[in-house]
């Protein structure tokens, strides 16, 4: 099976153990919405590819972290469109939750979202009861205080924020946690994995900024020049296109540099490399910079 | 140690998961805010009490699933809170948290609480690894999908509500996760525990209807008269005061005849009781009754 399908196939697993008789209708519907049909996959996908290159026999409590990632991606983007953040219209071409299902069902999607994320993992642990509690953690940091997703968004309302600490917390957070969790679910220690995650994410936040400052609506997806319209740190506003673009390519080839020993590494490069390319800019950051 | 200390104790010990240099301050002030001073910390006290009556030596793990439940607890009424729902103003007699740090905050520190959660159950299995997975099957039911806290409110959102699943869900669920988690603290079978808790928790949403439908806001330090204001399903308003009030001591009795056969059946019977008295409505409820 590829990484794409075992991916969506974990996610259509979590949802058996929210989607059960008895549930409100309108709650889980919106909680699909978040859910499918997702953008790249792009978390779930490292963390099965760190997996695989650390145990190849791994794949299917990797699949489980990786759904339980990406959930918790989910949410955090519905809950970053609410109008107590962006207020935004779109996400993925298509009305974001919170516009098609009235804030308070985004709100409570959001809620039972990170939970089913735990709930994924508790089930998980039948397969390898001593893998649980290093995956959790490395997942759980990621979306809470100090540095996770939660803790990122609060950055927003503070007076004063650093840029790269604002960027590690709301993006690069859950690329650590997806690579550390890869190895967690493979049985090998996950700290060395972190700095492969931590460049991917802020190299993907850099990507994140170009496309918001230099993208159409259509072409993404979703509204774009939000950086500046809600007055958040943007790596193009703060050193420009052409500096951004070249610090893109830096990250990349430094993430690839830090994949630990194993026996998967060169394969796991090869992908990165590939996956990197992915995330530079489209033809117009090309031609800009 | 008494339960209440420990509990406290607890909680103070989550928290150092979360406030750590680097941490931003408002979300970490926010999250504290919802925490302490608590209420009557009686979900937490029921955990401590029922892995008491299975296992007196259980005492520190049953201490971190009754923090994990309350720190739920404390989620739940954050986003409860909000203007999407309630929109009250003020919570346990001062400011709720969306109106002391605004909705922004609110909504993150919620989310992080929930998150704090599981970082709390993640890191007390350093105790007793094989507990976890059962303590968080416990604790992540009861508040997702399908029958847990987000469920119970989702069910505000749905054109048609059924009040035993309504109450079931919003309120009874975190009490039979707070009874199931203390026996799988205590390395118990969870399920046979449910019923005590669930039948508490009925008691428990019954006495808090009678409480919205006669006490004033002085006394209760939390708006009055929401469930008629935001068209909720409400024991006195469907049943009348004194149906409703014969209900919660009928709710009560089955509680306690609903112990499980264990080495501390005795005395957790007496503390139910003694539990259940503060239930009861006050004399204003007991002479309209």
Redesign the interface.
Not at 25 to 38: K, N, Q
């Given at each position: 099976m590829d990484a794409r399908s075992r991916i969506e196939d974990s996610l259509t697993g979590a949802f058996a153990?929210?989607?059960?008789?008895?549930?409100?209708?309108?709650?889980?519907a919106a909680?699909r919405y978040a859910v499918f049909p997702g953008g790249a996959r792009i978390r779930p996908r490292l963390t099965l590819a760190v997996a695989a290159a650390c145990d190849p026999r791994s794949a299917a409590l990797a699949a489980a972290a990786g759904a339980a990632i990406e959930l918790l991606h989910c949410?955090s983007l519905v809950?970053d469109d609410?109008p107590?953040?962006d207020n935004a219209d779109t996400r993925r071409g298509r009305p974001a939750v919170h516009r098609a299902y009235?804030?308070?069902?985004a709100?409570?999607a959001?809620?039972?979202l990170?939970?089913?994320t735990?709930?994924t993992?508790?089930?998980s642990?039948?397969r390898a009861?001593?893998r649980?509690?290093p995956m959790?953690?490395a997942i759980?940091?990621a979306?809470?205080?100090?540095?996770?997703i939660?803790?990122g968004?609060?950055?927003?309302?503070?007076p004063a924020v650093d840029l790269a600490?604002y960027q590690q917390a709301k993006t690069g957070a859950l690329f650590a946690a997806a690579t550390e969790a890869g190895a967690a679910a493979a049985g090998h220690e996950g700290a060395p994995w972190r700095p492969l995650g931590e460049f991917l994410g802020q190299a993907y936040q850099v990507a994140d900024d170009i496309s918001d400052a230099i993208c159409t609506e259509a072409e993404l997806g979703k509204p774009v020049g939000q950086d500046v319209a809600h007055d958040r740190p943007n790596a193009v506003l703060q050193m420009g296109l052409p500096t951004a673009v070249a610090h893109l390519q830096t990250l990349t080839a430094r993430a690839a540099a830090a994949i630990p020993e194993c026996v998967g590494a060169a394969d796991l490069r090869a992908l990165i490399r590939l996956e990197s390319a992915r995330l530079m800019p489209k033809q117009r950051a090309a031609q800009a910079a």
């Amino acid at each position: 099976m590829d990484a794409r399908s075992r991916i969506e196939d974990s996610l259509t697993g979590a949802f058996a153990l929210a989607d059960l008789p008895g549930a409100p209708p309108r709650l889980i519907a919106a909680m699909r919405y978040a859910v499918f049909p997702g953008g790249a996959r792009i978390r779930p996908r490292l963390t099965l590819a760190v997996a695989a290159a650390c145990d190849p026999r791994s794949a299917a409590l990797a699949a489980a972290a990786g759904a339980a990632i990406e959930l918790l991606h989910c949410a955090s983007l519905v809950h970053d469109d609410m109008p107590e953040f962006d207020n935004a219209d779109t996400r993925r071409g298509r009305p974001a939750v919170h516009r098609a299902y009235g804030a308070p069902l985004a709100l409570l999607a959001g809620d039972a979202l990170i939970v089913l994320t735990f709930q994924t993992l508790a089930e998980s642990a039948a397969r390898a009861p001593a893998r649980l509690a290093p995956m959790m953690r490395a997942i759980a940091s990621a979306v809470g205080a100090p540095h996770g997703i939660a803790a990122g968004q609060a950055w927003e309302c503070e007076p004063a924020v650093d840029l790269a600490t604002y960027q590690q917390a709301k993006t690069g957070a859950l690329f650590a946690a997806a690579t550390e969790a890869g190895a967690a679910a493979a049985g090998h220690e996950g700290a060395p994995w972190r700095p492969l995650g931590e460049f991917l994410g802020q190299a993907y936040q850099v990507a994140d900024d170009i496309s918001d400052a230099i993208c159409t609506e259509a072409e993404l997806g979703k509204p774009v020049g939000q950086d500046v319209a809600h007055d958040r740190p943007n790596a193009v506003l703060q050193m420009g296109l052409p500096t951004a673009v070249a610090h893109l390519q830096t990250l990349t080839a430094r993430a690839a540099a830090a994949i630990p020993e194993c026996v998967g590494a060169a394969d796991l490069r090869a992908l990165i490399r590939l996956e990197s390319a992915r995330l530079m800019p489209k033809q117009r950051a090309a031609q800009a910079a």
